[in-house]
């Protein structure tokens, strides 16, 4: 990492306690610079604005003003300052960390429900460590190129004719998706048309009771259904499943080999992700071949790179999101690089360009 670039941060939660371990475990990183500290979003609205931070860790739940009024204010106060949230371990906390994903959180941390001090202090850095630098990666990138607006248009790595001829083959959309997801899902998933004629299988990157409340979410806001995967179910056309947290899920044959059936299992981690993207990608190259989707989309890391070359070498067609409409262009990187993605769209335009491929 090039130590010039320090990420400024200042940290917001209303336990001491707390604020001395993530204030402990942020110096360590060198690229991070802990300006200040805040028991409340009312203090730290202030010495935001007196000190810019580039970066608040924040919790949720706090007296006098709340994580979420503070991401609001910020929102409408332009500051760029970005948030990681801490969220608990509750149905409840689940919802409210998605309500701040998508007021603009760069990601979520939850807190602990158990261990003593010292694995909880482990736990946190293990956590925040990718999420540092990928932030300090976005910044250090800023500071040596000049942005430039990229093209708000759709970028057709394959031939047209190619695209066109096998378009009408997909009979299943598989999406990868983690850091930035649940805010890019809320504007993907409300345009796929209630009678797109397949199942669509999502693999978020979240913990158990976050996958549930997002499928909740996403469900009240779509045309299509929308839920959590349950082990041995039957696939539907127009519905999507999402992985549960915790989880791998792919898809499979029923036991009397008539049809394909979702199962989720307790595998291992691959990527060190649990669901991991290309767990569910292997399975459907397996079982639809060409006649699927693969669609990689905002997140830290490279899972879903090998699960894609599966999908590809079986002639499924690859749709990645392009690198300005990410939170993190991390995950799309890869597959573009390696020359396995058919078509590079914006966020905006990934739903109709999904259609394409079935319709």
């Not at 990183?29 to 608040?56: H, R, W």
């Not at 409210?96 to 158990?114: H, M, N, V």
């Not at 669609?295 to 899972?303: E, S």
């Amino acid at each position: 990492m090039n130590d010039r670039v320090k990420l400024k941060t200042l940290v917001v939660d209303d336990s001491a306690m707390y604020r001395r371990i993530v204030q402990d475990v942020l110096e360590v990183f060198p690229n991070v610079e802990v300006v200040g500290t805040a028991s409340n979003g009312k203090i730290a609205l202030l010495k935001a604005a007196a000190l810019k931070p580039d970066l608040l860790t924040l919790d949720i739940e706090m007296p006098e003003m709340d994580g979420l009024e503070v991401l609001e204010r910020l929102k409408m106060g332009g500051l760029h300052t970005v948030a990681i949230v801490f969220s608990t371990y509750t149905t409840e906390g689940a919802r409210i960390t998605l309500r701040a994903l998508e007021l603009g959180a760069f990601d979520f941390i939850p807190k602990p429900s158990s261990g003593n001090l010292d694995e909880n202090r482990d736990r946190f850095k293990r956590q925040i460590a990718p999420m540092i630098e990928a932030l300090v990666r976005s910044k250090r990138m800023k500071s040596v190129v000049k942005p430039i607006a990229e093209p708000h248009h759709v970028h057709r790595v394959t031939a047209p004719a190619v695209f066109s001829r096998n378009a009408e083959l997909s009979r299943a959309v598989a999406i990868g998706i983690s850091t930035g997801g649940p805010a890019a899902l809320t504007k993907l998933i409300p345009k796929i048309p209630a009678d797109i004629g397949v199942p669509i299988f999502i693999v978020q990157h979240m913990p158990p009771l976050f996958t549930d409340a997002l499928a909740r979410k996403l469900d009240s806001i779509s045309d299509i259904a929308v839920k959590e995967a349950v082990d041995g179910e039957a696939i539907h056309i127009n519905t999507a499943y999402i992985a549960p947290g915790g989880k791998q899920m792919k898809v499979a044959r029923s036991v009397s080999g008539n049809h394909l059936v979702i199962q989720v299992t307790d595998d291992p981690p691959e990527n060190n992700c649990k669901p991991s993207v290309d767990y569910l990608f292997r399975s459907i190259s397996c079982h639809y071949g060409k006649y699927a989707t693969g669609v990689i989309m905002t997140g830290m890391g490279y899972d879903g790179t090998e699960g894609l070359k599966l999908m590809k070498q079986s002639g499924a067609l690859v749709i990645a999101q392009n690198e300005s409409t990410c939170a993190v262009y991390g995950m799309p990187r890869r597959p573009v690089e390696m020359g396995i993605v058919d078509v590079i769209a914006p966020l905006d335009l990934m739903a109709e360009e999904i259609c394409r491929t079935i319709r």
